[in-house]
C-alpha cells in the first residue's frame, strides 16, 4: 500500500464514517489507539488525527493503513493531512532538547539549585527565551509550549535530581540527568554555554520557529548543545579563515597532511587531492567565547578524523586523538599514522 496517497475526499468520508460510527467503536474496527499528540480539527471538531488518515486509504486504495505501518506525527499523518489544507492541532508538546535544559539547568544553579514557582519573574522571563529557540517548528508547539508552568515544571525536574535533595524526585528525563552532570562536573563552562546561547538569541541570530538545520546533525554531540555546535561549524566553514590557515602551513615549509592521522590528500588522490584538508577550531565555543579566532585555534585535519573528534562529548583535542591512535598502533590495533 502506498502510505500517504490520500485526497481530501478521502479524508470527509473517513470522518463521515468516524461521526457515524461514533469514537471508540470507529477506533475499535479499525484497530487504532486515542490520539496521544495530534487531532484534526474539522468544523469545530477534533478527530483522532492518526485514524482518519489510516481509513482516509481505505477510500482511495480499498483498505484501511495499519496502525503500525505509520506514526502520529508530523512525518506522516499529521503531514499528510496538513499538506491538503486540514487543521491538525498538537495535544503534546515536543520533549525538552539539550539547549533548553541547559537554559533551565542554568536557571536552577543560579537559585542555589532549589526549583521556581510559575510566577517567578526568572521563570517568565526563560519561557520567553525558550519561544526564540529554533528546535521546534510551530507545527509540533501546543498551546502551551514551554508556559510558565512547564518551565517551572522542569527546574523541579533537575532541582529533584540534585545529589543534595532529599525528597522524592520529579519524573524528568534522561537529558534532565546528563546536562545537570555536565553542570556539576563544569560548572564553568556550562554556565558560559548558557550565557552564550543566551546572547546568541537577544542578538537575534536564530529564527523564531524555524529548525535548525539537521545536516549531520545527529552523528555530532555537541558539549555545548546544538545552537552553539552551529556557530562552532560555521567558524570551521569560514573559507577565508581556512585558506589563511593552510597557508601558514605551507608558508612555514609545513605540509596538509592530516595532524592527527597524517593522511594527505594529495598524495593519496593525486591532483584531485590537491590543497584539500578539513579545518578544525581546537577550542569549543563554550570555552572559547566569541572573541577573534586565532591561526593557532586551528588545526587542519582529515574528513575521518574531524568526524570522530565531533562524535561524542567531550571533544578530544586533535593531540588527544593522535595520542589514541598512535597508542591502538603500539598494541598492534588498525590505524596509520604519519
Not at 138 to 164: C, L, M, Q, S, Y
Request: glycine share 10%.
Amino acid at each position: 500500500m502506498r502510505r500517504g496517497e490520500i485526497t481530501i475526499e478521502s479524508v470527509l468520508k473517513a470522518i463521515e464514517e468516524y461521526d457515524e460510527l461514533g469514537r471508540e467503536v470507529f477506533l475499535s474496527r479499525y484497530g487504532f489507539d486515542r490520539a496521544q499528540s495530534y487531532v484534526l480539527v474539522h468544523e469545530g471538531r477534533e478527530y483522532d488525527s492518526k485514524a482518519i488518515a489510516g481509513v482516509a486509504h481505505k477510500w482511495t486504495q480499498g483498505r484501511a493503513l495499519p496502525a503500525g505501518d505509520f506514526s502520529g506525527g508530523k512525518d506522516h499523518a499529521a503531514a499528510w493531512l496538513r499538506s491538503l489544507g486540514f487543521t491538525v492541532k498538537v495535544l503534546k508538546n515536543p520533549d525538552w532538547v539539550w539547549d533548553e535544559v541547559i537554559l533551565a539547568c542554568d536557571l536552577v544553579a543560579s537559585n542555589g539549585w532549589h526549583e521556581l514557582d510559575a510566577n517567578d519573574q526568572r521563570v517568565r522571563e526563560l519561557s520567553e527565551l525558550l519561544q526564540l529557540l529554533p528546535f521546534h517548528g510551530e507545527d509540533v508547539r501546543g498551546e502551551k509550549f514551554r508556559n510558565h508552568n512547564g518551565v517551572a515544571r522542569k527546574t523541579a525536574d533537575i532541582a529533584t535530581r540534585h545529589p543534595d535533595y532529599q525528597g522524592k524526585a520529579t519524573k524528568g528525563g534522561e537529558t534532565d540527568r546528563r546536562v545537570l552532570r555536565e553542570f556539576l562536573e563544569r560548572p564553568e563552562e556550562m554556565a558560559q554555554a548558557a550565557r552564550l546561547i543566551r546572547a546568541q538569541l537577544a542578538a537575534g541570530q536564530s529564527p523564531v520557529g524555524a529548525p535548525v538545520d539537521e545536516e549531520s546533525e545527529e552523528e555530532y554531540e555537541a558539549p555545548e548543545g546544538r545552537l552553539l555546535m552551529r556557530r562552532h561549524r560555521a567558524r570551521e566553514r569560514d573559507r577565508k579563515l581556512r585558506q589563511r590557515k593552510i597557508d601558514s602551513v605551507l608558508g612555514k615549509g609545513g605540509t596538509l597532511a592530516c595532524e592527527v592521522c597524517g593522511f594527505d590528500y594529495e598524495a593519496v588522490y593525486g591532483d584531485r587531492g590537491a590543497g584539500y584538508v578539513e579545518c578544525h577550531h581546537v577550542v569549543p565555543l563554550h570555552v572559547a567565547g566569541e572573541g577573534t579566532t586565532k591561526l593557532a585555534d586551528l588545526a587542519l585535519i582529515c574528513a575521518n578524523c574531524h568526524r570522530m573528534i565531533h562524535r561524542k562529548a567531550p571533544w578530544p583535542t586533535p593531540a588527544e586523538l593522535r595520542e589514541t591512535i598512535v597508542g591502538r598502533r603500539s598494541a598492534g590495533g588498525d590505524g596509520p599514522v604519519g
